[in-house]
Structures are given as C-alpha cells and as structure tokens.
C-alpha cells in the first residue's frame, strides 16, 4: 500500500517537503527566542528525517529503515519529556524561559 502511494506522489516531492520542513524548523530556531519554540523545531527537523528515512525504506523495500524511524520516535518523545522538565524548573527559578535571558546565567 505504501509503495502503491510513493508511486502515484513521487519520491521528489517527499524529499522537496522533507527538505521544506527541515528548513522551517532551521530557521524556527534561528529567529525565535522562547525556548519552548525552539523546542518545538528541533523536534520538526527530527521528524522530517524520520520521515525521509522512512520514505528512503519503503523506496528501497527494506524494512530496517522502518524499525530506526520507530526507535527515533520513542527517543525524541524522551527528548521532548526530559526537555520540558528542564524548562519548567528553569521557569520556576528564574521566572522566564526567554533565551536572551538565559543567555546571562553563570555557572
């Protein structure tokens, strides 16, 4: 069924939108300050490669490709638990979670 769609929609157009997403959680990071946005586009960047791994693994039939991207997955919901924690303890510190405020601390 999958190699029934990656046919019809083309492997250049799930590299262009892999591509796309990974750009835009790039320049996520790059212009916004909140902490938790830029959170968030690290957490799209990983994603668009899960997804052109997976894409790659469905164009080779091969399925180990597959199994990475599910094992990724579990890692960045890890990621994502574990960097939270952080930011709310930082936010009941300091009392802002703003990058450029993070930027003087010390230690």
Not at 81 to 95: D, H, M, S, W
Not at 99 to 105: P, R
């Amino acid at each position: 069924m999958l190699n029934n769609i990656l046919e019809q929609v083309g492997i250049d157009n799930y590299i262009y939108l892999c591509i796309l997403l990974f750009c835009v959680g790039a320049i996520g990071i790059l212009y916004r300050r909140s902490t938790i946005v830029m959170l968030m586009s690290v957490e799209l960047m990983l994603a668009s490669a899960n997804m052109l791994l997976a894409v790659f693994s469905v164009y080779h039939q091969d399925t180990s490709g597959q199994v990475f991207v599910i094992f990724s997955l579990a890692v960045a919901a890890a990621e994502v638990a574990v960097g939270l924690a952080i930011l709310v303890a930082i936010y009941r510190n300091i009392g802002t979670i703003d990058i450029d405020e993070l930027k003087n601390l010390k230690g």
